[in-house]
């Protein structure tokens, strides 16, 4: 059981910061013109978009497949719920943000 616990927490929050840079994909857009922010190129393209359904599709297809279908809901909430206060915070930063989660949630996958 211990061995679980072990594995699941660095997988947990490396699937969590992926699922948070999905969010902050997909919704950027749209929230940084309600508000008068800027955008960047990338935020501009449906890309983005694309590569942030996948981000949030595949962290959370993991956690269920790999552990169970709590774990997949706690990290598509999690992931929901710190994307919009990233964003509400960082502003037209979180854009950068958002690209080193994804990145870093890589390299976590790696070293566990």
Do not use: H
């Not at 508000?35 to 393209?45: D, S, V």
């Not at 599709?57 to 706690?74: D, E, H, M, R």
């Amino acid at each position: 059981m211990s061995d679980v616990l072990t594995l699941s927490i660095p997988l947990f929050a490396s699937l969590v910061s992926a699922c948070i840079a999905g969010f902050i994909m997909l919704t950027y857009e749209a929230f940084a013109t309600k508000n008068g922010w800027a955008i960047g190129k990338f935020y501009r393209n449906d890309l983005s978009r694309i590569i942030g359904g996948l981000s949030i599709i595949g962290a959370v297809g993991f956690a269920v497949l790999n552990l169970s279908i709590l774990y997949g809901l706690a990290v598509f909430v999690t992931g929901f719920i710190f994307g919009l206060i990233l964003s509400s915070i960082w502003k037209t930063y979180v854009q950068w943000i958002a690209f080193i989660l994804l990145i870093g949630s890589w390299v976590l996958q790696f070293y566990i």
